[in-house]
């Protein structure tokens, strides 16, 4: 087998790798190698924000990952698909920029993840980004990422503004900023009408260094391990496995893979629960109790409804004529429906106290889908209301299946398996009929759709969102950080695995618990601390 060596390693370029990547090759004296399984990001669908539904579906963008059945989803498998392309899921995501709460990195702090509470990360969320409105104190002037609001309010959205408002939420508030709490247009990766990426930001323009080199469509299989210190990786072609091939790092080995991934990869390459690595054939090297336990992910359930003969939505001008004249405009970088992301307006509310700290993230779409069809629109006008609970009580856990890493894992998110992510699910949906059934909303709905208001007992709606809801695609936690002293810390506050040097896991699965919020935000905020912390171990 051929070996290279680089100072740093990087599998995964997604949302971490591509920070990292840009980050770790800045000075221009590291050499960095990024490998990726997927495409370089040149689908013209990428730049195109409503051009995500052109990709969820397809295996060369797109791992296709699902859950397995379950109580809390009626038995069924949820499609859980990852990005598989430069910029990873940042490059076909929602677009949503969302931080989350305060608290969300102050309770990762009181677990022993000193460095990790919210006034330590703040600047580095505001290193990322640029967006000249709100607060100086919380936003970014001039980060790689530009924040945009929308650029054409939508009526029905409006009136689903003013009806959350009706019931005194605060309307247009800075959610990223000193509270959360609020209604209003969701902030977006959105930059003159095309999507921004991690790896538009931070990694393309970084591979102009001769430092950095990036090489799609190379799977990686294995974690090299020389006694207790990681050296290297083993990797193949992605799309004709074959050959395989051994990158060594002088410095390190960061693992970007994702939530999934990241699990796979250090599973197989005999780090994990030995009774999991067992079963599945895998020699166990480094017997790390916690590697795909503490899985979290947002469960979504959605109301839709009928609007009124005449009234404007997504589900009209999606079509025939009125799609060409979208078409049009975004080609001309002018306000248009493909530059809008799937969730428009939202609401941060708390599920019994609306004046209380929100448990609820609710996003409203003015388009209606058709049942169990996934982005696949109405042939009549329609809106959709959904929400998540932000902290749900609810673990699963991510095992490998085999000792071939090829073999997609075994993913059980447990949704809805805890009684209070049960109960807020019931209060969710009676919430959004409140929001929905008030002025000047109410005057625009002809009918809801879904559940139907035939169902109105707790037992029939907590059916409802058993059988018809869905991931929130915020895979999290099971690369868990905390202390050595935690039995579920597969990562230290530093980033590195406990047990083992030469290799740290900086991306979403290193969250102890999901935010109160999108998880891509807070995966950009992760990897630029650890960019830190790595650059820090160069000097000692």
Not at 58 to 82: I, T
Not at 335 to 348: C, D, E, G, N, W
Not at 456 to 464: K, Q
């Amino acid at each position: 087998m051929n070996e290279e060596t680089f100072d740093y390693l990087i599998v995964g370029g997604g949302a971490a790798g591509s920070v990292l990547a840009d980050r770790l090759s800045a000075d221009g004296r590291a050499t960095v190698c990024v490998l990726e399984a997927g495409p370089k990001d040149t689908n013209p669908f990428i730049r195109m924000p409503a051009g995500y539904t052109k990709m969820l579906n397809d295996p060369a963008m797109m791992w296709q990952f699902h859950s397995e059945p379950a109580e809390g989803s009626a038995g069924r498998a949820v499609y859980l698909p990852q990005g598989r392309v430069v910029g990873g899921s940042t490059s076909i995501n929602g677009l949503v920029y969302n931080r989350g709460q305060a608290g969300d990195c102050d309770r990762w702090a009181a677990q022993g993840n000193t460095g990790w509470g919210y006034e330590d990360v703040l600047p580095y969320y505001r290193r990322s980004e640029t967006r000249q409105a709100g607060d100086p104190a919380y936003r970014g002037q001039d980060g790689p990422l530009r924040i945009s609001d929308i650029e054409a309010p939508h009526p029905v959205c409006d009136a689903f503004i003013q009806s959350v408002a009706s019931h005194g939420v605060p309307a247009d508030n800075d959610y990223n900023g000193a509270s959360q709490r609020g209604v209003g247009y969701y902030q977006r990766f959105i930059d003159r009408t095309r999507r921004i990426t991690a790896a538009t930001a931070f990694l393309n323009p970084a591979l102009r260094r001769a430092n950095l080199s990036l090489r799609t469509g190379q799977r990686v299989l294995r974690l090299v391990l020389e006694g207790r210190k990681v050296v290297g990786v083993q990797l193949t072609d992605a799309n004709r496995p074959g050959p395989t091939q051994v990158l060594k790092a002088r410095r390190e080995v960061i693992v970007c893979a994702g939530t999934v991934n990241s699990t796979r990869l250090l599973q197989v390459s005999g780090i994990g629960p030995a009774a999991v690595l067992q079963q599945a054939g895998v020699p166990v090297l480094h017997d790390l109790p916690g590697v795909g336990e503490n899985f979290q992910d947002h469960y979504f359930v959605r109301v839709g409804s009928r609007l009124q003969p005449g009234t404007p939505s997504l589900n009209q001008q999606a079509r025939g004529w009125r799609l060409a004249v979208q078409v049009m405009r975004w080609a001309l970088r002018q306000p248009s429906i493909l530059s809008l992301s799937p969730s428009v307006a939202y609401a941060f509310v708390n599920s019994s106290d609306l004046s209380a700290n929100p448990d609820l993230q609710f996003v409203f779409t003015p388009g209606s889908y058709k049942p169990g069809q996934v982005y696949v629109l109405d042939n009549f006008p329609g809106a959709t209301c959904g929400f998540t609970q932000q902290r749900p009580e609810s673990i699963g856990h991510i095992r490998i299946r085999s000792a071939d890493p090829m073999v997609d894992p075994l993913i059980q998110p447990n949704y809805l398996q805890a009684d209070e992510d049960r109960a807020v699910a019931v209060r969710g949906i009676r919430l959004a009929r409140r929001f929905l059934q008030a002025e000047p909303l109410a005057g625009m709905l002809a009918e809801e759709l879904t559940p139907g208001l035939q169902a109105d007992s707790d037992e029939e709606l907590l059916t409802f969102a058993r059988e018809t809801g869905n991931t929130g695609y915020h895979l999290v936690g099971t690369c868990m950080m905390g202390p050595a002293s935690n039995p579920r810390a597969v990562v230290g506050p530093d980033l590195k695995v406990h047990g083992l040097d030469g290799v740290r896991v900086i991306d979403a699965s290193v969250m102890p618990f999901v935010p109160s919020s999108n998880t891509c935000a807070t995966t950009l905020m992760i990897a630029e601390k650890g960019a830190d912390l790595v650059r820090a171990s160069e000097h000692g």
